[in-house]
């Protein structure tokens, strides 16, 4: 199985050079949110247990994704072995439907909040977060595994050649010559799965709290519980409008190759990035955690007294 990489693309050194500073600045963000959420108790909370999954899954999924990515492009390294493959697709797809699914979950957790606010408490609790996120990855990983399962046993009777970076299941049905209906009506279920639940059902609470809000009298009430939304709808936004941008530039028009294994490759870097940002620098809970953290381990307080200055 070959993955080809780029091609008499000029400069491209800086975007290795970037991949490199994008992966380190990921793990740095997400092992220090997900630090900071399991060292604080007072973040030990539905809605920051939803956070720490999304921390956890950006983390795993940019370290399946990122270090391949280095092989393929840094050393042209364009031929793996066909297990190999499935294995790399397996790890890269099945986190990044964590990631959506984690965002359903934080809308779910928002559309409580804002529209039956006098039973949040007792609707989501931590016994029901559990339970749902422990779903989303018996589920999801169940979803991936048949479907890993079933490619295992295609044949290809001509090229071996995906024309891009990554062991793309749709680019190796297009190439297997032995199709059954299971590879067909799996190839269904994770296309509605992974591809068009999240945003669905995440618009429809949207517009469940849009109406909830219409209600609320005061501009003033109705600005604040819209604030609470900000950080999960930047996070909507990064996480799917890249996507979403890629494929459709790529039906629409015709895409150079290097273009194409570029937007997709920020595509899938860039939000696990933006990601840990968005709930430790804009979020006030998590600021405080970490001074008090500082502040009792003496051996990284001058380090913060210089960070918080």
């Given at each position: 199985?070959?993955?080809f990489?780029?091609?008499n693309?000029?400069?491209?050194?800086?975007?290795?050079?970037?991949?490199?500073?994008?992966y380190?600045?990921?793990?740095?963000?997400?092992?220090?949110?997900?630090?900071?959420?399991?060292?604080?108790?007072?973040?030990?909370?539905?809605?920051y247990?939803?956070?720490?999954?999304?921390?956890?899954?950006?983390?795993?999924?940019s370290t399946?994704?990122?270090?391949?990515?280095?092989?393929?492009?840094?050393?042209?390294r364009?031929?793996i072995?066909?297990?190999?493959?499935?294995?790399?697709?397996?790890f890269v797809?099945?986190?990044?439907?964590?990631?959506?699914?984690?965002l359903v979950?934080?809308?779910y957790?928002?559309?409580?909040?804002?529209?039956?606010?006098?039973?949040?408490?007792?609707?989501?609790?931590?016994?029901?977060?559990?339970?749902?996120?422990l779903?989303?990855?018996?589920?999801?990983?169940?979803?991936r595994a048949?479907?890993?399962g079933?490619i295992?046993?295609?044949?290809?009777?001509?090229?071996?050649?995906?024309?891009?970076f990554?062991?793309?299941?749709g680019l190796?049905?297009?190439?297997?010559?032995?199709?059954?209906?299971?590879?067909v009506?799996?190839s269904?279920?994770?296309?509605?799965?992974s591809?068009?639940?999240?945003?669905v059902?995440?618009?429809?609470?949207?517009v469940?709290?849009?109406?909830?809000?219409?209600?609320?009298?005061?501009?003033?009430?109705?600005?604040?519980?819209?604030k609470?939304?900000?950080?999960h709808?930047?996070l909507?936004?990064?996480?799917?409008?890249?996507f979403?941008?890629?494929?459709?530039?790529?039906?629409?028009?015709?895409?150079?190759?290097?273009?194409?294994i570029?937007?997709?490759?920020?595509?899938?870097i860039?939000?696990?990035l933006?990601?840990?940002?968005?709930?430790?620098?804009?979020?006030?809970?998590?600021?405080?955690?970490?001074?008090k953290?500082?502040k009792?381990s003496?051996?990284?307080?001058?380090?913060?007294e210089?960070?918080?200055?």
């Open positions: 199985m070959f993955a990489g780029f091609s693309i000029p400069h491209v050194t800086y975007f290795y050079i970037f991949l490199c500073l994008v380190i600045m990921t793990v740095v963000g997400n092992v220090l949110l997900l630090s900071v959420i399991f060292l604080v108790k007072t973040l030990h909370t539905p809605k247990m939803i956070v720490f999954n999304l921390a956890l899954a950006d983390l795993c999924g399946a994704l990122i270090p391949k990515l280095f092989e393929t492009f840094l050393f042209d364009t031929d072995v066909y297990e190999d493959c499935l294995s790399y697709m397996f797809l099945f986190f990044i439907d964590v990631q959506a699914w984690t979950t934080m809308a957790d928002r559309f409580i909040a804002i529209c039956f606010p006098l039973r949040y408490h007792s609707i989501v609790t931590k016994p029901a977060i559990v339970a749902m996120l779903l989303v990855w018996v589920v999801l990983l169940t979803i048949l479907t890993v079933t295992d046993r295609l044949s290809f009777c001509g090229s071996l050649a995906l024309q891009s990554f062991c793309d299941p190796i049905l297009y190439l297997a010559c032995n199709l059954t209906s299971l590879d009506i799996l269904y279920v994770v296309f509605i799965t591809i068009c639940l999240p945003p059902l995440i618009s429809l609470t949207y469940c709290i849009a109406i909830a809000l219409s209600r609320i009298a005061s501009r003033k009430e109705r600005l604040k519980a819209l609470t939304c900000t950080s709808l930047i909507v936004a990064i996480c799917f409008l890249p979403f941008g890629s494929n459709i530039a790529s039906v629409t028009s015709p895409f150079d190759r290097n273009a194409r570029i937007n997709v490759t920020l595509a899938h860039v939000p696990p933006l990601n840990p940002i968005l709930y430790s620098l804009k979020t006030e809970e998590v600021l405080n955690s970490m001074k953290l500082c009792n003496s051996w990284i307080s001058s380090f913060c210089t960070t918080y200055r």
